[in-house]
């Protein structure tokens, strides 16, 4: 079963969710890993709240293993270090058939505990749970572009990527749920402020609805279309945005990885 789930992970495609015949679930783990002074991938160790199945998790330990990071310099040297990893895990399933396929949808780092000051951080206020979704137990991976001003407040608000999770088979309900997902994402984003950013600054920040419904194992994804407003387009194509975690802290930006890690 391990041999298979290794099989699985390694063949996995970029192109995983591009069949409208696949089924997708999603799920999350976290964890730490080490990297030697040559950008090998020494430890990891991942933990997941959602029961992932026999052998999955160390499927993915396996891949994380496999990876190559650009060695981190201190001092002129190449140093062992260590950070945090929080994966956004993927399977899919063509319809009728039992095999599925493993793979990693996003990957972002961090520094390890204590390596950041708290007197930085942002905190950022927890969205509303839209009332018809939690009463469907409908959830959704909303992921937002945010720009801001010199004091780090947000300026404008909008949805780069948007997927629901829970089953909901008609595409009128996906468009509803997407939508009130989406503005409460948005409507929460326009009272934060992010420090630590340059004035003008782009930023992406993800928010996770979720229930008790999917929150133990793998939850059924489907990934809803997004158009992006005019500042938004103008803003991608003269600036790389940040990349930041739910609660507003910055990617650890020595950790770059150079091997693929198979996401979508």
């Not at 290794?6 to 999603?26: C, E, I, K, R």
């Not at 201190?74 to 039992?98: C, F, I, K, M």
């Not at 990693?104 to 950041?116: E, K, N, S, W, Y």
């Amino acid at each position: 079963m391990k041999k298979l789930l290794l099989f699985l992970l390694l063949a996995a495609s970029p192109t995983l969710a591009a069949s409208p015949d696949l089924q997708l679930y999603t799920a999350r783990a976290e964890g730490s890993l080490t990297i030697g002074a040559d950008g090998s991938v020494l430890d990891v160790e991942l933990a997941s709240d959602a029961n992932l199945g026999t052998g999955v998790l160390e499927g993915y330990e396996e891949r994380v293993r496999g990876w190559r990071f650009e060695p981190i310099i201190q001092d002129g040297r190449p140093v062992t270090a260590r950070g945090r990893l929080q994966l956004s895990l993927v399977a899919a399933r063509e319809q009728g058939n039992d095999t599925a396929t493993f793979a990693i949808r996003g990957v972002q780092f961090l520094d390890p505990p204590g390596a950041t000051s708290e007197s930085g951080r942002s905190f950022l206020a927890a969205p509303s749970y839209p009332t018809n979704a939690l009463r469907a137990g409908v959830g959704a991976e909303v992921m937002l572009l945010l720009k801001l001003d010199a004091q780090g407040r947000v300026q404008s608000a909008t949805t780069e990527q948007l997927a629901l999770l829970g089953v909901v088979t008609r595409q009128s309900h996906q468009a509803n749920y997407a939508a009130q997902f989406r503005r409460s994402a948005e409507r929460v984003a326009l009272q934060w402020s992010i420090t630590g950013q340059p004035d003008g600054q782009v930023v992406r920040v993800p928010v996770r609805y979720t229930t008790d419904r999917w929150s133990g194992g793998w939850a059924p994804t489907t990934v809803q279309p997004v158009e992006l407003p005019e500042w938004a387009v103008l803003a991608m194509a003269t600036q790389q945005a940040t990349d930041l975690s739910a609660g507003g802290v910055a990617t650890a930006p020595h950790l770059k990885l150079l091997t693929p890690h198979d996401g979508a």
